[in-house]
């Protein structure tokens, strides 16, 4: 979406696109399901888990990063990735909010 078409929807809408659109790939959830069951995470050991190539999986990374849903923290030449439990909160609150709001229709 162009600048200047998501410059008509509200912030909300906007937000929620672009969480959908970092959540919309299966390499991702998998990579969060893996973070989410460890107490800290390696990007080699994601590499191992995953089973995609690491510049692929550091593509990911920086995708789920752009949205702040994860956080890492430099150790030597490698890197500990976490959920960002702040995030991932607002997250649920935001989707609980659109789903809790949607009301029955005819269908």
Known sequence: ?????????????????????????????????????????????????????QPTISQHLKELKSIDLIQGEIEGKKVCYCINLDTWATIQKTLNTFFNTTKSNCC
């Open 1 to 53: 979406m162009g600048v200047t078409k998501s410059q008509i929807f509200n912030s909300s809408q906007n937000q929620m696109a672009a969480i959908f659109k970092v959540l919309a790939h299966p390499a991702r959830i998998a990579i969060l399901q893996y973070i989410s069951k460890q107490e800290a995470c390696i990007c080699n050991d994601i590499v191992d888990e995953i089973g995609l190539a």
